[in-house]
């Protein structure tokens, strides 16, 4: 097993980053997301939204080995940033939205998550869920135009940040940072603990990639 160790294998490092660069290249005008009846994004569209908001996430201090958490639905937002997030440098989380707020905050207490962006519809499980942690990470609010019904945030104070602002205020032209080493980490994904305490696991940029 002492064997097994990374290696330098290929370079530049391969990473999944480059799928969403090259779509954006070779099918820019193609449809990338049709959510609800208004919103319609394509590839190139949605390449720069993604560069957008890892670029604003770079203003404000995130980058590499951060972790930043994503508790949401299926949304144009959600499939934004698990290109983004990697993008900025930092490491994507993904949370099950069906998790109770004690076992959120125990895996962002875990994963040291410096930063949530949270739906609309799980902003009360988050102001839950943070209550419990001594450093909590930045909120940042996703909202949901497309969806009717949806309830006013009752604690809005907590969120210091709404993803539209994200894309709006960020840079088009941001240089994504590339991995060092296509072993640095890509995802941190946890089991649901439903017979123990959640368990984490790491995927880096190679593993994504091939698994691509």
């Known amino acids: 097993m002492e064997e097994m160790k990374s290696s330098a294998a ?19 005008d193609c449809t990338s997301i049709v959510y609800g009846n208004s919103t319609v994004y394509t590839w190139r569209e949605t390449n720069l939204r993604c560069l957008r908001v ?7 201090g995130i980058g590499r080995s951060d972790v930043v958490s994503v508790l949401s639905a299926n949304t144009p937002a959600m499939h934004e940033l698990q290109f983004a997030v990697p993008m900025s440098g930092a490491i994507l989380n993904n949370i099950n939205t069906r998790l109770d707020a004690r076992t959120v905050s125990v895996l962002l207490r875990h994963c040291e998550s410096k930063l949530l962006f949270v739906d609309v519809f799980y902003s009360d499980l988050a102001v839950q869920a943070i209550a419990e942690l001594d450093k909590p990470p930045i909120l940042v609010l996703i909202s949901d135009e497309e969806e009717e019904g949806v309830a006013d945030v009752a604690e809005r104070s907590k969120f210091c940040y709404s ?11 941001f240089n994504w940072v590339r991995p060092v080493s296509e072993w640095d980490p890509f995802v941190v994904n946890y089991t649901s603990g439903t017979t123990s305490s959640p368990k984490g696991v790491v995927h880096c940029h190679r593993g994504i ?3 691509a």
């Open 163 to 173: 993803y539209d602002d994200l894309v709006e205020r960020g840079d088009p032209e």
């Open 10 to 28: 290929n370079s530049p490092p391969l990473t999944p980053l480059g799928f969403l660069e090259r779509a954006a290249t070779v099918y820019g």
């Open 54 to 60: 890892a670029s604003s996430l770079s203003s404000i």
């Open 209 to 211: 990639f091939v698994m």
